[in-house]
């Protein structure tokens, strides 16, 4: 069965250190997310991703944040300049349709920042 | 904005009892519904969703949730869980119209054997 893979599984970065988070949707989705998840809380939409522009995101996704499809596979995620708060569960997904189709979500990132 | 409340953070049940995990939603327009499972060190799979039809949906493993309108309500059901259920339940809510999920704070299911 197909799934969505992410890359580091875990990343330890310094503060103020820029970091990308890489993930492989689904070969023939169309519609990419990433979320995060602070140690103990609950998953937090960041940002949506269709047709190579970003179609929602969430009061998290500031101008840290920014995120790309370099290329016909890869979804990247980059923190600009990280912060101790930034520490998390990292999770991409993608959908193939808008109607509310199943997410498939990644095993996730763990991001520490020092 | 969305919220979504999930009133029990840990729920404690014995094997082959049933459980029944609360969640409630608040919005002024119309959503879809999911809940999501959450295994230790893995991503979140989806259980079941609710998109429009009958209120009563099944989903993998056995569980199945109501959609109550007038409660703004989506509880999580299974009639008898086993060991296996113990995991992280996460139930989600999207506008129809929006490309943007909400999600609770989680109940942690554990199973006793």
């Known amino acids: 069965e197909p799934e969505v893979t992410q890359t580091p599984s875990h990343q330890v970065t310094q503060m103020g250190q820029e970091v990308i988070l890489r993930c492989v949707p689904i070969s023939n989705h169309l519609y990419f997310y990433w979320y995060r998840q602070i140690l103990g809380q609950k998953v937090e939409f960041l940002v949506s991703?269709?047709?190579?522009?970003?179609?929602?995101k969430s009061e998290i996704f500031d101008d840290q944040f920014s995120v790309e499809r370099p290329d016909g596979s890869n979804f990247t995620l980059k923190i600009r300049s990280t912060k101790l708060e930034d520490s998390a569960m990292y999770f991409c997904?993608?959908?193939?349709?808008?109607?509310?189709?199943?997410?498939?979500f990644g095993p996730g990132t763990r991001l520490t920042v020092l | 904005a969305q919220s979504v409340t999930q009133l029990d953070s840990q729920v404690p049940v014995f094997e082959e009892a049933p459980v029944e995990l609360r969640c409630n939603y608040s919005?002024?327009?119309?959503?879809?519904l999911f809940w999501y499972v959450q295994y230790p060190n893995q991503g979140l799979q989806l259980l079941l969703k609710y998109l429009s039809g009958s209120t009563l949906v099944k989903g993998i493993n056995g569980f199945e949730a109501e959609f109550n309108k007038s409660q703004t309500s989506f509880h999580l059901r299974k009639p008898s869980v086993h060991i296996s259920d113990t995991a992280e339940y996460f139930c989600a809510v999207r506008e129809i119209r929006r490309n943007q999920f909400y999600f609770g704070t989680g109940t942690s299911l554990t199973v006793i054997p």
């Open positions: 997904a993608s959908t193939s349709g808008l109607v509310a189709d199943t997410q498939y």
């Open positions: 991703f269709y047709n190579n522009e970003i179609s929602e």
């Open positions: 919005s002024s327009v119309s959503v879809y």
